[in-house]
């Protein structure tokens, strides 16, 4: 296993032991999910984490005491997750190497069931050539009552749209696969328009909207579309009721069946609160998160 750590690139830069790190890439949007979990109270909930790459935040939800946690990728990163699983005495049920869409079927087939108090979908909506309705899919596992934290590439604009990243000249990132780029005035809408309500905003980068940030949003599942402006009718239309049950297997009415009384504490000033104005205007003028170095690196003493 020395291989693994010494010779092998990792997503995330983890310590093994005492001293001894993987070659992790830092990146520091996994700052932004960190602390909004910090504040959020786990113990014995149900939690979900798309996207999780070698498994840190899954570790993490398990030292804060979360009951059952799962973990998807769409590679197989198993040969890395497993060691680490060992090395930091976390089980937590691992989806690897297959497709978002085929997740809610393997939870329901393997675990029993589809709906989680907490889920983590970061760094993954800019990578999808779907991101709106594999958006929808992840919202479909989260129990009305629970929480969701969404953290994606943004650029900070009024108009509701999803920008697409044609050359690679908007946003290229470590990878460069990037499809598109969500203003914030989308996500906004659309978490709302999901049944999300944005709590809570938190960012790394430049709101200059020729520019792109990292954001992440803590958002509140409702029972039913929460739109800012209170004469929108569109998004209660029945169709879409249908549409997303179609195409991003959202099951609206177990979901109804479905509760949780998960909690959080309140924020500090680095994080901002998302007043009856939206996200657009609630983020204008605020200062950018300062992660500190521990907060990209899981520590064999770390804690979220």
Not at 96 to 114: A, F, K, N, V
Not at 151 to 175: D, H, I, M
Not at 263 to 271: I, R, T
Not at 292 to 297: G, I, N
Request: with cysteine; glycine share 8%; proline share 5%.
């Amino acid at each position: 296993m020395l291989d693994l750590v010494k010779d092998v690139k990792w997503y995330y830069t983890v310590e093994v032991e005492p001293g001894v790190f993987t070659k992790g890439m830092e990146a520091p949007n996994v700052a932004l999910t960190r602390k909004f979990l910090r504040n959020v109270d786990v113990s014995g909930k149900d939690c979900l984490d798309v996207g999780t790459q070698e498994g840190l935040i899954p570790i993490l939800l398990k030292r804060a005491g979360a009951r059952n946690v799962a973990a998807y990728d769409r590679l197989d990163l198993s040969e890395k997750v497993y060691f680490l699983q060992k090395r930091y005495g976390a089980e937590f049920r691992y989806f690897p190497g297959i497709q978002l869409r085929e997740l809610p079927s393997r939870l329901d087939r393997e675990l029993g069931g589809r709906f989680f108090d907490l889920i983590v979908f970061s760094g993954a909506m800019y990578h999808m050539i779907d991101p709106f309705g594999l958006l929808a899919l992840v919202r479909g596992l989260c129990k009305v009552g629970g929480l969701m934290v969404v953290e994606t590439v943004v650029k900070q604009q009024a108009q509701e749209s999803l920008v697409f990243n044609a050359r690679c000249g908007a946003y290229r990132g470590p990878s460069g696969s990037t499809y598109f780029i969500a203003t914030t005035g989308f996500m906004d809408y659309a978490l709302r328009m999901l049944g999300l309500k944005p709590l809570h905003a938190v960012y790394l980068g430049s709101l200059h909207p020729d520019s792109t940030a990292r954001l992440a949003v803590l958002c509140r599942s409702m029972p039913a579309p929460c739109p800012l402006d209170s004469k929108d009718d569109w998004v209660h239309k029945d169709f879409h009721t249908q549409i997303f049950r179609d195409e991003s297997q959202v099951d609206w009415e177990g979901l109804a069946k479905t509760s949780s009384d998960i909690s959080f504490k309140p924020y500090d000033n680095s994080v901002t609160a998302i007043t009856n104005e939206g996200l657009v205007k609630s983020l204008a003028n605020r200062p950018p998160y300062k992660p500190a170095a521990d907060e990209v690196r899981l520590l064999l003493s770390s804690q979220i």
